[in-house]
């Protein structure tokens, strides 16, 4: 499928963008595309001219492409930046669809809470007590908002989204379809009896500005204290961040990622999917997370881990290289065993004895 | 629990199943259960002989069984595929309950969707503008359909899914609960700058006929074209399949599984829970995929894998099985360095030394 | 931030407490905090004597602490249990908001649904036929009740929760936002010819009295039978349990675990985020099984089980260590291959070759 776009002149398209238009400024661009899948009136991009053939073979009527790429005789935006510039001249040309301004007659909102006129509150959301929600913003419907919660200007919150009491999420937050912000913390005290007893999670949860959040990620509420999401970092689908956790500005953390209690996340930090944190850690600023780690210390600035345990980006992969071969390996020590007359070993003995 | 059925004749039971009723066709059959926990009045089935203990110990008043079981004198219902036959006699005698055709009063559908007559919209269901929605489809409450969406006839679509714009779901495809279809996919762009640019996610979902999802899963939309679920396949719950996947005929994906983006799984593959994918794989047909896997590589058509990083089958269990007696081989590696007069290595010291 | 609290005097919460206050019984408490966050009014806790570096630092202006902690001129609530009598000073000083009992004009009730008068369900859910909702029991908004559910007494169900027909809910259980329950289990039959066909879902599940669930966590119903969910259990968020599973009285199960299905967990068992276990295994009473821990075989009681494969405590440990070395170690072996003239191995040789 190609994305359908309001139909608009290259060469207003690239002053727009900023960019010098080269070719035919009046070719109509009609649509979006991947170089694979485009048509005659589609745009697509190329990030260098290591994509000249896929740029040859598309039937793209027009690129966005950086100096070096030939395009042949099809007009083209010039760019140093052409992934960036695409994603702009997408957004110009395919806008988000979203409601009109104004409170839907099918939403419930209390009498006492505040909604900006230029918001858009769609059927079936229910918007608490002393809660705001302010200019721009749109909640698709069947939105919850719980009391004494504070929304900014030009969000976007998708159906199912859940945002409990008390928490405070900044400016051009997004949150996709079922993210639910504020649960109860995951606390509980064991009474030694067999028992076990909740500790009340009586504080909240704080998102920044820019901040997004994927599909059915849970971000709990804090013990006492906040649980943040700073300024900027992207949240995956169906990601758990517990209670207390402070997560970084800018971070990336990709799907099904967990972070344990009182998690630190810095600035700047990519977590793989399905990786996951112990409690009370802190991942450091720039530091990369490999897919499903299980990390049990702290990662310091910058640093590379991988696997359960983790170990540092060499370690790891040395150690993953040694694990393949490692049948191979206890054959060559078998082996030398032999030569050494040296009895075999029992099979599996390996966990009951200690090594030296 | 005892599942209750719609009370039913043995004879006619078999004769709607086109099989074989052995001794008293008259014996009424009043509900389905296992084996272990049915009553006098019950339906049960065996698979073959080596459950004949359980057979014979079982209170089940009537049995679907292949030749040579021996239900003593209560009457049988004689299948080859016992499971398949008894898994068909429940969907008789257990119907499904379901709403009535027609459109709550507590919905809200835009005015120019197009609803089936004999579809059923429930409490509290939205939906969007030219959306369609057709014959003997089920909405469950609070479903909301945004515009410009495609729903086939005799979907099932449970309480809490959220369809976004412009997804194109085919005929008898059933949503579980919470099932979150046509999320932004997760695209950033970073700007080197310590920031990071969204992406616009502009393409849509497609989901085939006869696909199954499971409850919380979530799928993305693409960012450009689309994300396809292929007939037949069957999903989960919390399964995340991000932006761009292609998802094979009759494959089916266990729970918790994290497909990275435009990921593309074969027919007939089979991924086991909490499995994963790096982006841009192509995981073969009628592959298998162990439990936990995290996929780095493509996976061949038919191979088996395991682990992470992936090794094939033999491979993996070979080295798990060394893995576990690494501390025994080591010791055993001491030894010959001992009998060598090789001094003792320092402890630890793996991480930072380079191996030969 | 700190929680706000309803003002009470010291000496009034001591008593409500059961515990001695010592120092001024007239200071007023206004709030809770972490003692590094607590201020002058605020109420804060110390476990023992190791934090009384913390307790120093803090401005908290009153304590709950054991004998031996100095805590200056504050005031102080003497506890042997001090993390368990702040907690329970908590849920009095900060109680939980809770709607009016009533049934919201912006609710959908069948009008053979049972609703308790002190039962209070909020604008949006939805309550199917011959339900019941017990006595003090809470709905928030948007939740949806199938028919022929049981609700009992003083649940706390929060919004976005499903909870589908014939489940079966005890007292004081609290769902965090968007648990889904009684959606179909993951049961197919291959057909041999590249087909699967489904498995008819026809049992329930049981919560017993105490559960409680967290966000977006899932619970399937039965093939035929039960899912059970015992008195006390705890599930953190994002969790799956798949069809026929038995999770034992006060078990603790952490962030995104996955149970394949009838898994059977035993009481008091801990089972931390992310582990996973494959279909019809026994996690005995009182083990606990690690973080990403994948399950193949049964645990034994009281068991401590790592990895995947699993491994128990000491060899596990043993053996991740021994992995991190793994590259010295086979320098080491290579050393001593050269020693007796024997040939360097073919590098990645591991997969193909058989070990002795």
Not at 17 to 42: H, I, N, T
Not at 252 to 281: C, E, P, W, Y
Request: glycine fraction near 14%; charged fraction near 20%; charge should be neutral.
């Amino acid at each position: 499928m190609v994305a359908a776009a309001k139909p608009i002149r290259l060469g207003e398209l690239a002053a727009r963008l900023g960019c010098r238009a080269v070719g035919d400024p009046d070719f109509v661009v009609c649509g979006v595309a991947a170089l694979s899948a485009a048509g005659p009136s589609d745009l697509a991009f190329a990030r260098s001219a290591r994509h000249q053939s896929e740029v040859s073979a598309s039937r793209a009527g027009a690129l966005v492409a950086p100096d070096g790429v030939d395009v042949g005789d099809r007009p083209l935006i010039l760019s140093q930046s052409p992934a960036v510039d695409f994603a702009r001249a997408v957004a110009l040309l395919v806008p988000e669809g979203r409601p009109e301004p104004g409170v839907s007659q099918a939403a419930d909102v209390a009498a006492d809470a505040s909604v900006d006129a230029r918001a858009a509150i769609s059927a079936g959301c229910v918007i608490g007590a002393r809660s705001r929600i302010g200019a721009g913003s749109v909640l698709h419907p069947r939105v919850t908002i719980y009391p004494d919660v504070e929304v900014g200007d030009d969000c976007v919150f998708h159906a199912g989204v859940v945002v409990r009491e008390g928490s405070r999420i900044g400016s051009r937050v997004r949150l996709q379809p079922g993210v639910l912000i504020g649960g109860d913390g995951f606390g509980y005290i064991p009474d030694g009896a067999g028992q076990v007893h909740k500790v009340p999670q009586v504080g909240c949860v704080v998102i920044e500005d820019d901040v997004e959040v994927g599909a059915g990620t849970t971000i709990d509420r804090a013990t006492l204290g906040e649980t943040r999401v700073r300024r900027g970092a992207k949240l995956d689908n169906l990601v758990q961040v517990a209670h207390n956790c402070d997560i970084g500005e800018y971070a990336i953390i990709a799907a099904q990622v967990g972070l344990s209690g009182s998690t630190v996340v810095g600035a700047g930090a990519i977590l793989m999917g399905q990786a996951g944190s112990a409690g009370h850690l802190r991942i450091g600023s720039r530091s990369f997370v490999g897919a499903k780690a299980g990390l049990h210390k702290d990662v310091p600035d910058g640093a590379r881990v991988f696997g359960t345990p983790q170990l540092e980006d060499r370690g790891w992969h040395r150690a993953m290289a040694a694990l393949a071969r490692l049948p191979d390996t206890m054959r060559r020590l078998r082996r030398l065993e032999r030569k050494l007359g040296e009895r075999a070993p029992r099979v599996g003995a390996g966990d009951e004895e200690s090594p030296s």
